[in-house]
């Protein structure tokens, strides 16, 4: 009796008829990656760049406001 576990993902049914070839995993797999990556890059991007946006936008408007009017809620 064999009792090691196999790690291996084994296939379902015969031969591998549809089934992407390697090359072509490595490809998706390269993508979802890169796409994985960009996507955290941009959401720290937005969530630390949003708020001094909003304060360049808005000391760039007409009336040129003070800073701590920009800051305040009122």
């Known amino acids: 009796m064999d ?3 196999s790690l291996k993902p084994r296939g379902k ?3 591998s008829k549809g089934a992407p070839s ?3 995993k490595s490809k ?3 993508l979802k990656e890169w796409s994985n990556w960009s996507l955290k890059k941009a959401k720290v991007a937005t969530h630390y ?3 001094p946006l909003i304060i360049i936008v808005g000391m760039n408007s007409d ?3 003070h800073l701590f009017q920009l800051l305040s809620p009122v």
């Open 13 to 15: 049914g015969k031969g």
């Open 28 to 30: 998706y797999q390269l």
């Open 3 to 5: 009792s090691t576990l």
């Open 63 to 65: 009336p040129n406001p």
């Open 22 to 24: 390697s090359n072509d």
């Open 49 to 51: 760049g949003f708020i």
